[in-house]
Nanobody, 124 residues
Framework: QVQLVESGGGLVQAGGSLRLSCTAS????????MGWFRQAPGKEREFVAT????????YYIDSVKGRFTISRDNAKNTVYLQMNSLKPEDTAVYYC?????????????????WGQGTQVTVFS
């Protein structure tokens, strides 16, 4: 079992930046591949980024490539999502997710554990 807690969301003007954090409980964080997803009102949950166990492999949805960066610090049990050049269409609740396998995974069904989400609102 692992519990995930996101933080770092907020209200930001278009063009600004935010860094989301997701901290996991337990001592086996490095055993989990991690992902970030988002869900806007009235829309399905959407994949954003994923990172493998040691941070060596990452994958992003096209709409955030060059703007968002996923990273992890296994010593701190934390995965990050650095979001730059934010746009109003990035507005959503952002969730982190974990799966106890190595690799990069873009489908929600691949993940076993989810955080409660953190709201990101980008205004123009």
């Amino acid at each position: 079992q692992v519990q995930l807690v996101e933080s770092g969301g907020g209200l930001v003007q278009a063009g600004g930046s935010l860094r989301l954090s997701c901290t996991a409980s337990g001592r086996t964080f490095s055993s989990y591949a991690m992902g970030w997803f988002r869900q806007a009102p009235g829309k399905e949950r959407e994949f954003v980024a994923t990172i493998n166990r040691n941070g060596g492999n990452t994958y992003y949805i096209d709409s955030v490539k060059g703007r968002f960066t996923i990273s992890r610090d296994n010593a701190k049990n934390t995965v990050y999502l650095q979001m730059n050049s934010l746009k109003p269409e990035d507005t959503a609740v952002y969730y982190c997710a974990a799966v106890r396998r190595d690799g990069t995974y873009s489908r929600p069904i691949s993940y076993d554990y989810w955080g409660q989400g953190t709201q990101v609102t980008v205004f123009s």
